[in-house]
């Protein structure tokens, strides 16, 4: 079981960027990781997620945006955000996926985008 910590999300005038940081409490070398998000009154959607092998997918929203990466020394994929827009507004998520080992989340950071 990994356990995944979000930092970084806070308050940014509507053109700004914001840099979010999901460390894990171990390894994540094979496990597929991801950003997701939810904003209120809305489901949770993927934003962007990278394979274990550094492939990388975006919703189509963010793409030439929104830039993710992995560090896997350092146990650490981040999302980096420029050109945000209001609609970006929502509880930004940590996710690793492993086929044997499973699905974790991490508590979420707040990213609030004013117009």
Not at 22 to 49: F, T
Not at 71 to 88: G, I, R
Request: proline share 2%; glycine share 12%; net charge positive.
């Amino acid at each position: 079981q990994v356990q995944l910590v979000e930092s970084g999300g806070g308050l940014v005038q509507a053109g700004g960027s914001l840099r979010l940081s999901c460390v894990a409490s171990g390894s994540i070398s094979i496990y597929a990781m991801g950003w997701y998000r939810q904003a209120p009154g809305k489901q949770r959607e993927l934003v962007a997620d990278i394979t274990a092998g550094g492939s990388k997918n975006y919703v189509a929203s963010v793409k030439g945006r929104f830039t993710i990466s992995r560090e896997n020394a350092k146990n650490t994929v981040y999302l980096q955000m420029n050109s945000l827009k209001p609609e970006d507004t929502a509880v930004y998520y940590c996710n690793a996926v492993q086929e044997l080992l499973g699905r974790f989340w991490g508590q979420g950071t707040q990213v609030t985008v004013s117009s």
